[in-house]
């Protein structure tokens, strides 16, 4: 087979691998993250939140992986540029979602200690939660 065929083959793998775990990110987490108490409804499903930080770091790794596969065949047009996409788009990409999965597991630590206040003063665990929680990408508007 063509190395060039079998490299775009493992791209394309990895585009599936990662808009899948993508996706089912999304739908584990959004439940969780919309809830008006999302502390309580993350401590209660705090399994959930973990499959869906895994679900996260699969896609940050199959998607990192695509400039390190895809860079034999770039450099050949411009190494340059194909080193600047293995960078940014393997290295910082990865970083950004590790730090959302760390952010995203520190939220069921949190998430007990503020069941465990119950009524005393929870403002700093909701300043925590909300700090853990902007790292998912639609609070950012």
Avoid: H
Wanted: charged content about 15%; some cysteine; overall charge neutral.
């Amino acid at each position: 087979m063509d190395t060039n065929k079998m490299i775009g083959r493992m791209v394309g793998i990895l585009f599936i691998i990662g808009t899948v775990s993508g996706i089912l990110s999304l739908v584990l987490s959004t439940p969780l993250f919309d809830a008006s108490d999302y502390l309580t409804k993350i401590a209660a499903n705090d399994t959930q939140l973990v499959i869906a930080a895994l679900c996260v770091l699969t896609m940050g790794l199959s998607l990192a992986l695509i400039p390190i596969i895809a860079f034999p065949v770039l450099r050949e047009q411009n190494e340059t540029l194909a080193r600047g996409y293995v960078v940014f788009r393997g290295a910082l990409e990865m970083v950004g979602y590790f730090v959302t999965v760390i952010a995203w597991l520190l939220l069921v630590p949190v998430g007990k200690e503020y069941v465990k206040a119950g009524g005393a003063d929870v403002s700093g665990y909701q300043a925590v939660g909300r700090f853990c929680q902007i790292s998912d990408n639609r609070y950012l508007e």
